[in-house]
């Protein structure tokens, strides 16, 4: 089984910056080359629906970002150490959700495109 844990959520005040980190392991890991996958960020605000962030194709060469994320946040990726990020700067209240990292064999912005999805981690921001 596949696992990725996030990490790098927290609390902070709006204006601030936050660096999220989503790292690949499991016992099958061998079977699952991270290079040969897509990483996509998810976040999911209390009450609404899990939406798309931010997405770095397998090479690390493509990106898409959503509306509210572009000029903001950054996603990046290192396949030597099976990882992925993202850098969140000027961080507003509406900001506040679950974030959930993902993986897909191909580089979409489609929640159903995603296979494995790690446990999520908390991003508060105050005004």
């Known amino acids: 089984q596949v696992q990725l844990v996030e990490s790098g959520g927290g609390l902070v005040q709006a204006g601030g910056s936050l660096a999220l980190s989503c790292a690949a392991s499991g016992r099958t890991f061998s079977d699952f080359t991270f290079s040969d996958y897509a990483m996509g960020w998810f976040r999911q605000a209390p009450g609404k629906e899990r939406e798309f962030v931010a997405a770095i194709s397998g090479s690390g060469g493509n990106t898409y970002y959503a509306d509210s994320a572009k000029g903001r946040f950054t996603i990046s990726r290192d396949n030597g150490k099976s990882t992925a990020y993202l850098q969140m700067n000027s961080l507003k209240p509406e900001d506040t959700a679950v974030y959930y990292c993902?993986?897909?064999?191909?580089?979409?912005?489609?929640?159903?495109?995603?296979?494995?999805w790690g446990q999520g981690t908390q991003v508060t921001v105050s005004s």
């Open positions: 993902a993986a897909a064999p191909r580089l979409t912005t489609i929640r159903l495109g995603y296979n494995y």
